[in-house]
T-cell receptor, first 110, second 111 residues
Framework: KNEVEQSPQNLTAQEGEFITINCSYS?????LHWLQQHPGGGIVSLFMLSSGKKKHGRLIATINIQEKHSSLHITASHPRDSAVYICAVIQGGGADGLTFGKGTHLIIQP | EPEVTQTPSHQVTQMGQEVILRCVPI?????FYWYRQILGQKVEFLVSFYNNEISEKSEIFDDQFSVERPDGSNFTLKIRSTKLEDSAMYFCASKLGNIQYFGAGTRLSVL
């Protein structure tokens, strides 16, 4: 069973700061997802990674398969980035379900 | 943009009652999932469904739970006899390629 750990659990930063959220997992995976959950509860997929790095706007996600570690970075953070960021992994393919971390609660203050 | 739709958004029920949570996945997607999130805890996988049958299920998904795809569009989760500990947010998701698309969730409150 894969154990997914995220750090930090909570993060408060000022607008404009560079944010890093970390995720590590215990067992080899086929892919890792970064998800965003807003206070209303809805979940949105931000990235799916199986190697290297991806960038979308101010968001950057990296993964190191050998180290079993991924990071999500937010550049020029903004109060609207305030949300829970969740790392989730998938070990196989097809219909395999995701195994989730506990999430990082991010608050960006103006 | 196509989206996964879940109804109702909030369901309140008495302990011991049956509930059915409904989901309409994105129309050309092939894989369907149910997850749950107990308040303050992480999201947990319940079950996946492909080709009209359960593909994988977690230890949470016991005999009290069942899933169905009764027609070409709906995907339902039934809880036969609800317990207090079934109170949670239940998320449906669907995928075609690699990305799972999540519905907004149904908050189930068991009294």
């Amino acid at each position: 069973k894969n154990e997914v750990e995220q750090s930090p659990q909570n993060l408060t930063a000022q607008e404009g700061e560079f944010i890093t959220i970390n995720c590590s997992y215990s067992v080899g995976i086929s892919a890792l997802h970064w998800l965003q959950q807003h206070p209303g509860g809805g979940i949105v997929s931000l990235f799916m990674l199986s190697s290297g790095k991806k960038k979308h706007g101010r968001l950057i996600a990296t993964i190191n398969i050998q180290e079993k570690h991924s990071s999500l970075h937010i550049t020029a953070s903004h109060p609207r980035d305030s949300a829970v960021y969740i790392c989730a992994v998938i070990q196989g393919g097809g219909a395999d379900g995701l195994t989730f971390g506990k999430g990082t609660h991010l608050i960006i203050q103006p | 943009e196509p989206e996964v739709t879940q109804t109702p958004s909030h369901q309140v029920t008495q302990m011991g009652q049956e509930v059915i949570l409904r989901c309409v996945p994105i129309s050309n997607h092939l894989y369907f999932y149910w997850y749950r999130q107990i308040l303050g805890q992480k999201v947990e996988f319940l079950v996946s469904f492909y080709n009209n049958e359960i593909s994988e299920k977690s230890e949470i998904f016991d005999d009290q739970f069942s899933v169905e795809r009764p027609d070409g569009s709906n995907f339902t989760l039934k809880i036969r006899s609800t317990k207090l500990e079934d109170s949670a947010m239940y998320f449906c998701a669907s995928k075609l390629g690699n990305i799972q698309y999540f519905g907004a969730g149904t908050r189930l409150s068991v009294l």
